[in-house]
């Protein structure tokens, strides 16, 4: 990033290193993307979401974009593995999409009973 004047802009830099840094220090523990392997991470924190609603609730898992789709009075466990800066998610809202960002970089999403729930449309959701 760059200031009005060209030259780096510090604050920006800063910025950017604080959404790395997590990044950085998950990335050697890691190994793949896979679930096993995001859980072997450890430092497991999970965040419950669950669709009252009466429509298909998306929910994206952020930062890579994976899409999940939740039937009416469905819940899953979103968990964030590793470590992270300030805390482990942030959320957005819109209509009938919640957008969760795994702040750590590594996130599993899961049913209730702790197995991986897949990712993409299901059923009435893909209409």
Known sequence: MASEDGRPD???REAIERIIAP???NM???GDFGFEAIQRMGNPVPMLVQNDGAQWLKLRLEPFGQDYWLEPGEAVHVTSYGVWNDHPFETVHEPGCLTVW???WFATVSDRDGN???PGARGEARG
């Open 10 to 12: 510090p604050a920006g």
């Open 116 to 118: 991986e729930f897949p």
């Open 102 to 104: 795994a702040t750590s």
């Open 23 to 25: 990044l950085d220090a």
């Open 28 to 30: 050697p523990e890691a």
